[in-house]
């Protein structure tokens, strides 16, 4: 495949523009241009093709992980999924699973490269999680399910759950605000009881404070 035209692109510094002569294009980095030593005019074997291809996607995958991290933090494993993952109006139905496989290597590669240069922080990440769901007033298996579902990896689960608000104050408020000034009745509770293992709270902690509920009402 011969590479008919190279130059710097108008609007993105640091891009370079490839035209093929199967009237392809591609956009690649200025260390591709240095690394492929590119030049216009050059037979590009199939291998060096789908080296500068394989750049090009990573290229689009880091501006992407930027993106995606400018917005709000997350773990490694959750940019990972999101980043080899292809909206609906860009997926290949043709797309094999070699394909597949090669958009998840780059998107791992990609993802620890942000972990490396400080811009994804997994222990970090899990006590935001822990802070940001324990101040809206879930309990401790929601929390971990949430670390879970975010793609924390579990070695920093521990450390972070120790932020969490553990005193019987926020499920108090709770319980208060769901009985909404109803008197504590045994039916009554038992919906709260519900209501507050809904939101990840254990028993023990559950029925501690009904208990106090119950006790001050009598």
Same mark, same amino acid.
């Given at each position: 495949m011969k590479l008919l035209k190279l130059e710097p692109s108008s609007r993105i510094e640091g891009r370079w523009l490839?035209? #093929?002569?199967?009237g392809s294009l591609l =956009?690649?980095?200025?260390?591709? @241009?240095? *690394?492929? *030593? #590119?030049? &216009?005019?050059?037979? #590009? /074997?199939e291998e060096q093709l789908e080296g500068l291809k394989q750049a090009q996607e990573k290229a689009k995958l880091n501006n992407k992980a930027l993106t995606l991290l400018a917005a709000r933090?997350?773990?490694?494993r959750e940019l990972e999924r999101k980043l080899s993952a292809k909206s609906p109006r860009t997926r290949d139905p043709q797309e094999g699973e070699e394909q597949r496989?090669?958009?998840r290597e780059l998107a $791992?590669? @990609? &993802? $620890? =490269?942000? &972990?490396q240069v400080g811009l994804v922080d997994d222990r970090e990440y899990a006590s935001t999680v822990v802070r940001h769901y324990s101040r809206k007033g879930y309990g401790p298996a929601k929390i971990r399910d949430e670390l879970y579902r975010r793609g924390v990896p579990r070695e920093f689960w521990d450390e972070a759950m120790e932020e969490r608000d553990q005193g019987d104050d926020k499920l108090r408020a709770l319980v208060e605000k769901k009985l909404r000034g109803a008197a504590p009745t045994r039916e009554e509770l038992k919906k709260v009881s519900a209501y507050l293992a809904r939101r990840g709270f254990d028993w023990e902690?559950?029925? =501690?404070? #009904? /208990?106090? @509920?119950? $006790?001050?009402a009598e």
């Amino acid at each position: 495949m011969k590479l008919l035209k190279l130059e710097p692109s108008s609007r993105i510094e640091g891009r370079w523009l490839i035209w #093929l002569e199967d009237g392809s294009l591609l =956009r690649v980095g200025e260390g591709d @241009v240095v *690394s492929f *030593s #590119l030049y &216009a005019g050059m037979e #590009l /074997s199939e291998e060096q093709l789908e080296g500068l291809k394989q750049a090009q996607e990573k290229a689009k995958l880091n501006n992407k992980a930027l993106t995606l991290l400018a917005a709000r933090p997350m773990s490694q494993r959750e940019l990972e999924r999101k980043l080899s993952a292809k909206s609906p109006r860009t997926r290949d139905p043709q797309e094999g699973e070699e394909q597949r496989q090669q958009r998840r290597e780059l998107a $791992q590669e @990609v &993802a $620890q =490269r942000m &972990a490396q240069v400080g811009l994804v922080d997994d222990r970090e990440y899990a006590s935001t999680v822990v802070r940001h769901y324990s101040r809206k007033g879930y309990g401790p298996a929601k929390i971990r399910d949430e670390l879970y579902r975010r793609g924390v990896p579990r070695e920093f689960w521990d450390e972070a759950m120790e932020e969490r608000d553990q005193g019987d104050d926020k499920l108090r408020a709770l319980v208060e605000k769901k009985l909404r000034g109803a008197a504590p009745t045994r039916e009554e509770l038992k919906k709260v009881s519900a209501y507050l293992a809904r939101r990840g709270f254990d028993w023990e902690e559950i029925s =501690r404070v #009904l /208990s106090q @509920v119950e $006790q001050e009402a009598e």
